[in-house]
């Protein structure tokens, strides 16, 4: 049987890497399974997943014109469905220290007057907090960008 992407094969795990574990092919060949190709969830020590011996099944990816063979495992593996709106490893959002709520921009109190604004007012108003919404924008960029004068001249 010639050895083609797509194919799935069955093979055993010849050496077990921090990166990934090597497979042996039919035909004499060998393949490589990347650690992010061997199972659907988060593996930190491959050797605790994997053993030298240990038979599996393995589709082949890509095989190079250097005549390396790239394997995956997972792929083999029946879809699991996606968790929507479960914890994230590390915190809310991947232990950046974020809420899941996007941050949206609120403007300072303003105090309600009572009755119909006239247009005037309305555009005033309306100015004013548009003016208040780029001075804000403009700080938060200047910061990030590191100030906002430059030395050069």
Known sequence: MQLEVGAILEGKVTGVKKFGAFVALPEGKTGMVHISEVSNSFIEDLSTVLTEG??????????????KIALSIKRTLP??????????????????????????????AQPQQQ????????????KSQSEEKISDLKKVTENRRGGGYSRRR
């Open 54 to 67: 240990q038979e599996v099944k393995v589709k082949v990816l890509s095989i190079g014109e250097d005549g």
């Open 79 to 108: 879809p699991q469905p996606r968790q929507q709106g479960g914890p994230r490893p590390g915190g809310p959002r991947g232990g950046r220290g974020r809420s899941d709520t996007p941050r949206v921009w609120q403007g300072k």
């Open 115 to 126: 009755g119909d604004l006239s247009f005037e007012d309305m555009m005033s108003r309306f």
